[in-house]
Antibody, heavy 116, light 110 residues
Framework: EVQLVESGGGLVKPGGSLRLSCAASGFTFSSYSMNWVRQAPGKGLEWVSSISSSSSYIYYADSVKGRFTISRDNAKNSLYLQMNSLRAEDTAVYYC?????????WGQGTLVTVSS | QSALTQPPSVSGSPGQSVTISCTGTSSDVGSYNRVSWYQQPPGTAPKLMIYEVSNRPSGVPDRFSGSKSGNTASLTISGLQAEDEADYYCSLYTSSSTVVFGGGTKLTVL
């Protein structure tokens, strides 16, 4: 069974940093592109970043470019999102999702709250 | 990044059919078939319902169907059931290898 489990969320002050993790199991992690998608409270989905299976191709939404860094460790079946210079508008549930053109499996999400 | 426009809400009675639209431009939706649809019941993670405009993943009921005409993709749910009440999002994989989501549509089953 495919499972994606996010962790690392929490309360952080504006300007602070946080690192999210996504532990994958039940499939060959190294064969798939992975993504981070976020959802602000009461709002819609926003794609954040994607990384190809071998980390050769990385893409970011304009809203996080220069502040967030996506990475993966295929030996550990894990996906990461390093978030720096956090702003109030980054407050959201962050989901990891499998796929490139479509997202066929999603984790349950981890909540990041940016507030003083 | 392009924007996809969805109606904020739609509604229907059990057994009826509803259609949710997702409008882009001739440069995105109109040019590519990389449109997906996701269902998100309250408090849960999104679930893939349709990919590549009209394909259903295994396990998705055939009451759910997708289509495209010009710059507008559509999700149709026939034989509406109470369990279909959720938010629905379209998405597009762009020519820049990024992904854009529509604003979402809240489906209410009356």
């Amino acid at each position: 069974e495919v499972q994606l489990v996010e962790s690392g969320g929490g309360l952080v002050k504006p300007g602070g940093s946080l690192r999210l993790s996504c532990a994958a199991s039940g499939f060959t992690f190294s064969s798939y592109s992975m993504n981070w998608v976020r959802q602000a409270p009461g709002k819609g989905l926003e794609w954040v970043s994607s990384i190809s299976s071998s980390s050769s191709y990385i893409y970011y939404a304009d809203s996080v470019k220069g502040r967030f860094t996506i990475s993966r460790d295929n030996a550990k079946n894990s996906l990461y999102l390093q978030m720096n210079s956090l702003r109030a508008e980054d407050t959201a549930v962050y989901y990891c999702a499998r796929g490139r053109e479509l997202f066929d499996y999603w984790g349950q999400g981890t909540l990041v709250t940016v507030s003083s | 990044q392009s924007a996809l426009t969805q109606p904020p809400s739609v509604s229907g009675s059990p057994g009826q059919s509803v259609t949710i639209s997702c409008t882009g431009t001739s440069s995105d939706v109109g040019s590519y078939n990389r449109v997906s649809w996701y269902q998100q019941p309250p408090g849960t993670a999104p679930k893939l319902m349709i990919y590549e405009v009209s394909n259903r993943p295994s396990g998705v009921p055939d009451r759910f169907s997708g289509s495209k005409s010009g710059n507008t993709a559509s999700l149709t749910i026939s034989g509406l059931q109470a369990e279909d009440e959720a938010d629905y999002y379209c998405s597009l994989y762009t020519s820049s290898s990024t992904v854009v989501f529509g604003g979402g549509t809240k489906l209410t089953v009356l």
